[in-house]
């Protein structure tokens, strides 16, 4: 019952992960006969600040990322449970996996590497928004994964 339930979920948090995407695609696509850079000011100022449409797109695109990036980390969570983070809030943690000895060191490499490329990104788009919440969330949370107490240590 438990893996059908944690299916079900896995599959709505890419569903909704997926929505969000394509929501901030339509917002981009609708503000395509919008001007992008602002048209007065310094220009270093006009590519810190974009115009009001290219701000909106990138508050649309933080708020999709947003679940994606709690879908990934539950995701980590919830294979970590099966024999490998041992807190009493996780539930019983069932037998030792002994082939997860480096989970726990993948899985916030993984979360410290995913905030690295996606924040990396979402500079170089101009998206000031998506980067900050992809720089709080996933090494944030990549911190609190690596403070779990596992089997090993």
Same mark, same amino acid.
């Given at each position: 019952m438990g893996v059908l339930i944690f299916g079900l979920f %896995? &599959?709505?948090? $890419?569903?909704?992960?997926?929505?969000?995407?394509?929501?901030?695609?339509?917002?981009?696509?609708?503000g395509r006969g919008e001007q992008w850079v602002?048209?007065?000011?310094?220009?270093?100022?006009?590519l810190l600040l974009p115009a009001p449409a290219y701000l909106r797109f990138?508050?649309?695109?933080?708020?999709?990322?947003l679940p994606a990036d709690l879908w990934l980390v539950s995701a980590v969570l919830a294979f970590g449970m099966?024999?490998? %983070? &041992?807190?009493? $809030?996780?539930?019983y943690p069932g037998m030792m996996d002994p082939g997860g000895q480096g989970y726990q060191a993948g899985a916030v490499d993984l979360l410290r590497t995913t905030a690295l490329w996606s924040a990396s990104a979402a500079i170089l788009g101009r998206c000031w928004t998506t980067a900050a919440v992809q720089l709080s969330v996933l090494p944030l949370s990549a911190l609190w994964i690596a403070s779990l107490d596992t089997y090993y240590h």
């Amino acid at each position: 019952m438990g893996v059908l339930i944690f299916g079900l979920f %896995f &599959t709505v948090g $890419w569903a909704l992960a997926l929505a969000g995407l394509g929501y901030a695609a339509s917002v981009l696509w609708r503000g395509r006969g919008e001007q992008w850079v602002r048209g007065h000011g310094r220009p270093f100022v006009r590519l810190l600040l974009p115009a009001p449409a290219y701000l909106r797109f990138d508050r649309t695109l933080a708020v999709a990322v947003l679940p994606a990036d709690l879908w990934l980390v539950s995701a980590v969570l919830a294979f970590g449970m099966e024999g490998i %983070f &041992t807190e009493e $809030w996780l539930g019983y943690p069932g037998m030792m996996d002994p082939g997860g000895q480096g989970y726990q060191a993948g899985a916030v490499d993984l979360l410290r590497t995913t905030a690295l490329w996606s924040a990396s990104a979402a500079i170089l788009g101009r998206c000031w928004t998506t980067a900050a919440v992809q720089l709080s969330v996933l090494p944030l949370s990549a911190l609190w994964i690596a403070s779990l107490d596992t089997y090993y240590h």
